[in-house]
């Protein structure tokens, strides 16, 4: 099991809409509608992610925060209208909320985290992009969010053992591969026999002692609960359920009369997704891969069983139904636009050099703020604690080595870069 630093990418949306819902609501006027309310907000911003980093800082040397741009699917499927149920809340001063995140995103670009907003593609696609990058080079990657959707990028690399893991912080979920607890509860040195320990003392074993410890020990300490996962089956029934955030329908929907007249709307639930899923694995020897969804034999097959399972609508819309919801969920580079692509994976080559150089300067709210002027004087409302009941932890100690103590402090190293042109 190699286990190294890991690069932290994270959905700057989720990120800016989770800490503004949480702030008080004004009685009158609207949220972030004044200088005073502003300033909280850029606080709660620097405030949280200090926090999170400071969790993170032994097993973390590199943050990318991916931010949205137009989705390149409202283009290509507009008759989906993808995403066409979210609504701007009026009682929220929109414009005050994205000049905040704007300047936030400098901030953070100043102190060497990577910002990345790739024009057609959403934060999502970046993600995606990224986890694919850093795990065909050895490198593992967090996903810090709240969308469940990118649990589907939750991987371990058999070719070289790197992994994507995906973690929601106010609900202390982390989402990982299956087998992930045994790998970090299993010390790399327990395989090595006295004599190889002898022969190599400070050898890489050690460093991979250190950050299972240092994981191990975030997840303890923080009270994260593990969710071990088969990407492949979360995926298959994703694409059963559709996502009613993103305005995307179950492939199968119809309607029941109730007694009282009124028609009801039924579509496929995660308990129905489960027993097509039971059917489709045994019909084919428990074989399932992300790869058969772009067979169009195997969707064909797929068709047939949900039309078995659920007896209701009919094989032809099941199997458009199917299509349709594999486009705009998946991501995989069989869906994402060759041009998007591209231009994703060109950022991440020039951004590959741009570490983090200190990242203690990230573990402080009054540091990662220290140049702008939202610390010069107080502009929190009167007679309010703009910090109050936020959890501001304290200063973690230096990290402890497994059997005794250290003071040492551990070094930022950027792996060494590879060129990406085997992905095309």
């Not at 994507?164 to 970090?184: R, V």
């Not at 002898?198 to 050690?206: A, D, P, R, T, Y």
């Not at 067979?295 to 097959?301: N, V």
Request: proline letters at 3%.
């Amino acid at each position: 099991m190699k286990v190294g630093k890991h690069t932290l990418l994270i959905d700057g949306n989720y990120f800016v809409y989770s800490r503004l819902f949480v702030l008080p609501r004004p009685k009158n006027g609207k949220l972030l509608g004044d200088e005073n309310s502003k300033g909280q907000f850029m606080r709660k911003l620097a405030i949280d992610f200090a926090s999170e980093i400071r969790k993170m800082q032994y097993f973390v040397d590199d943050i990318v925060v991916a931010i949205d741009s137009k989705s390149w699917r409202k283009d290509l499927y507009p008759e989906s209208d993808y995403k066409g149920t979210r609504k701007p809340d009026s009682s929220v001063e929109w414009s005050n909320v994205y000049s905040i995140y704007e300047e936030f995103q400098q901030i953070l670009k100043s102190h060497g985290v990577t910002i990345q907003q790739t024009q057609g593609a959403e934060a999502d696609d970046v993600i995606f992009g990224w986890s694919v990058a850093l795990n065909d080079r050895g490198k593992s990657c967090i996903v810090w969010t709240g969308d469940k959707d990118l649990i589907q990028l939750v991987n371990r690399s058999e070719a070289n053992d790197a992994h994507t893991i995906w973690y929601w912080n106010s609900k202390k979920q982390l989402y990982a591969y299956q087998g992930f607890k045994e790998d970090m509860e299993l010390m790399a040195s327990q395989k090595l026999s006295n004599d190889e320990l002898l022969f190599n003392m400070g050898g890489s074993h050690v460093g991979r002692d250190e950050y299972q410890y240092n994981i191990l020990e975030w997840i303890n300490k923080n009270k994260i609960d593990i969710n071990e996962v088969d990407c492949e089956e979360f995926i298959f029934k994703k694409i059963l359920v559709g996502d009613s955030s993103d305005n995307i329908p179950s492939v199968v929907t119809w309607q029941k009369e109730m007694k009282n007249g009124k028609l009801r709307n039924y579509s496929i639930t995660d308990k129905i997704a489960t027993k097509i899923w039971e059917q489709y694995t045994k019909e084919f020897d428990n074989k399932f891969t992300i790869d058969y969804l772009f067979s169009d034999q195997q969707k064909t097959h797929l068709s047939e069983i949900i039309y078995r399972v659920v007896a209701k609508g009919s094989k032809n819309l099941i199997k458009s139904s199917l299509n349709n919801n594999i486009s705009l969920m998946v991501l995989h580079n069989r869906i994402i636009p060759d041009a998007i692509q591209k231009a994703i994976y060109k950022e991440i080559d020039s951004e590959w050099e741009g570490a983090v150089d200190n990242m203690r300067v990230l573990f402080d709210k009054d540091k990662i703020l220290k140049e702008s002027h939202w610390l010069k004087g107080s502009d929190a409302p009167a007679g309010a604690d703009p910090f109050a009941n936020m959890d501001i932890p304290e200063e973690k100690q230096p990290i402890k080595k497994i059997g005794k103590k250290s003071s040492e402090k551990e070094t930022n190293a950027k792996p060494m870069t590879k060129n990406l042109n085997n992905l095309f």
